[in-house]
């Protein structure tokens, strides 16, 4: 009774600690899922033109950054760089360590949704006279979108569980307070178990709309 009695008296001061660093985990999930899209989006659509040397590069940047753990991304962005005389904080180096990965993720992920529409709505937009530009804004995108839309939930859901690698550059998010506590008050399990379920509640929604996504999909096909 009295450890319980102990651990409910200090639920409420790691709750705190735990949600400030729950924020800091947002903003890496948000910085780095932003950073990937647009990585990933402005890629798929250089691929479209069939360019062979674009497309080789396109295709070394995905399998470098597909085959290199997030970890050693980040510890290239917070250590490497200082061999060239740049030093990031802990924050933008994850985001941007995060983001690279993922930016190889998502170039594949919209480069598949964009070869599963018929080549036959490009040529019928050719044959109105649309130009190629045209033709990806107004019918090639909004099409593979919609289609991207439930794997980039996927991907957004593992993001949320690899910013935890952030803490091995002392970005201070959920994982990193969570070490912090337990080395000052030794409530190890009980601070994990707050962990888990702050993780819970930042993915189970993100799950819950992608099942919701898949089902409709299903349901239209």
């Not at 400030?20 to 479209?48: P, R």
């Not at 594949?108 to 036959?120: D, N, P, T, V």
């Not at 090639?140 to 993001?159: C, E, K, M, S």
Request: charged share 15%; with cysteine.
């Amino acid at each position: 009774m009295d450890s319980l009695a102990y651990i409910g008296s200090r639920a409420p001061v790691y709750l705190e600690v735990l949600l400030q660093g729950a924020g800091v985990t947002v903003m890496i999930t948000a910085g780095s899922f932003l950073m990937a899209v647009f990585i990933g989006l402005t890629l798929a659509i250089l691929k479209t033109y069939r360019l062979s040397i674009v497309n080789a590069l396109i295709n070394v940047y995905v399998e470098l950054f597909r085959g290199i753990p997030a970890l050693t991304l980040l510890f290239i962005c917070y250590f490497g760089l200082t061999y060239v005389g740049t030093r990031l904080n802990p924050l933008p180096a994850a985001i941007i360590g995060l983001g690279l990965s993922g930016g190889a993720y998502c170039t594949e992920i919209f480069r598949s949704g964009i070869s599963a529409l018929h080549h036959g709505q490009r040529e019928a937009a050719a044959a109105v006279g649309m130009k190629p530009f045209m033709t990806m804004r107004y019918i090639i995108l909004p099409q593979a979108l919609r289609i991207t839309l439930p794997p980039l939930g996927n991907y957004a859901v593992g993001l949320i569980k690899d910013t935890a690698v952030a803490s091995a550059v002392a970005a201070p998010e959920i994982l990193f307070r969570a070490r912090n506590l337990t080395t000052e008050t030794f409530d190890t399990a009980f601070i994990y178990l707050l962990v888990a379920c702050l993780y819970f509640c930042m993915t189970f929604p993100i799950a819950r709309w992608v099942d919701h996504l898949e089902k409709k999909k299903a349901s239209q096909s």
